[in-house]
């Protein structure tokens, strides 16, 4: 299966200007799962730009009613 990057990258809100795995999820998911973290593709903008993508920030937003 190809890696279509440019659909992709319509809806990577990732504000890391440096990333690499911009607009390839699979390689994305697996970095930030390693991290114990998910993509920023998972959080509002605000949140996204804290660089927190930790789990348990997630499940603070999923419990607060802002996921």
Not at 24 to 49: S, V
């Amino acid at each position: 299966m190809e890696c279509n990057q440019q659909r992709n990258m319509s809806f990577c809100n990732c504000s890391y200007s440096p990333c690499s795995r911009k607009g390839t999820c699979c390689d994305c998911l697996q970095y930030h799962l390693r991290m114990r973290e998910l993509p920023a593709c998972c959080f509002p903008d605000e949140i996204e730009k804290t660089y927190n993508r930790s789990f348990e920030k997630f499940a603070e937003l999923v419990q607060s009613g802002k996921v």
